[in-house]
């Protein structure tokens, strides 16, 4: 059974920069890829960032290029979300999930582990 969790979240003002941290626990971590959503109030989750495990190729949402940033650590099982130039629209809970074999990352079906979720509060 493999484990992730999510933290970092908090409230910034628009501008302002959050790192979110993702680790992973539970038999050995070898995933795919891993992947950042997010998901508003009324909203459907949706792509933020993707990464690879092995070569660490990236994906990101329009809507998040230039801004945000996608890392992993492989020692520590670690994946994080640089978060710059944080925008009110931003605001959302985000989620990091794990995809154990390859699948497009940008699509939620194709993750097969969840974690709880970070809450990320953009305002003035």
């Known amino acids: 059974q493999v484990q992730v969790s999510e933290s970092g979240g908090g409230s910034v003002k628009p501008g302002g920069s959050l790192r979110l941290s993702c680790v992973g626990s539970?038999?050995?971590?070898?995933?795919?890829?891993m992947g950042w959503f997010r998901q508003a109030p009324g909203k459907e989750r949706e792509f933020v960032a993707g990464i690879t495990w092995n070569y660490g190729s990236v994906s990101y949402a329009e809507s998040v290029k230039g801004r945000f940033t996608i890392s992993r650590d492989r020692a520590n099982n670690a994946m994080y979300l640089q978060m710059n130039q944080l925008r009110l629209e931003d605001t959302a809970a985000y989620y990091c999930?794990?995809?154990?074999?390859?699948?497009?990352?940008?699509?939620?079906?194709?993750?097969?582990?969840w974690g709880q979720g970070t809450q990320v509060t953009v305002s003035s």
């Open positions: 539970g038999r050995a971590l070898s995933p795919y890829a």
């Open positions: 999930g794990a995809m154990m074999s390859s699948k497009r990352l940008y699509q939620r079906v194709n993750y097969d582990y």
